[in-house]
């Protein structure tokens, strides 16, 4: 797998987001908590690999928006508790 280049520092922020959103949700999967220190470590790791540079306050906005995204779909995807009437007992049986 070769090293996608980047021309611009906007072109890195949809890969960055989709990776921390798919971070935040696998970690809330394992812990069932949001933790933002994953996402954190995370985006820093993946700016260090793939290179661009990116000032604190877009790493926040990123992140915070990842963990909306994360939780919104969680949300959605989370199936509503039901409760499904017994079946009727044979008295037959």
């Not at 970690?27 to 793939?50: I, P, T």
């Not at 877009?58 to 508790?81: H, N, T």
Request: include cysteine.
């Amino acid at each position: 797998m070769t090293k996608t280049e980047f021309s611009e520092r906007e072109s890195a922020r949809p890969e960055l987001l989709c990776v921390l959103v798919a971070i935040a949700a696998a970690s809330y999967a394992l812990n069932n908590e949001w933790r933002v220190d994953h996402v954190v470590k995370c985006c820093r790791q993946w700016l260090d690999k793939n290179g661009p540079k990116m000032d604190w306050r877009d790493r926040v906005r990123i992140g915070q928006l990842a963990l909306k995204i994360a939780s919104k779909d969680e949300v959605i995807r989370r199936p509503a508790k039901r409760q499904y009437p017994l079946a009727p007992t044979c008295r037959q049986c």
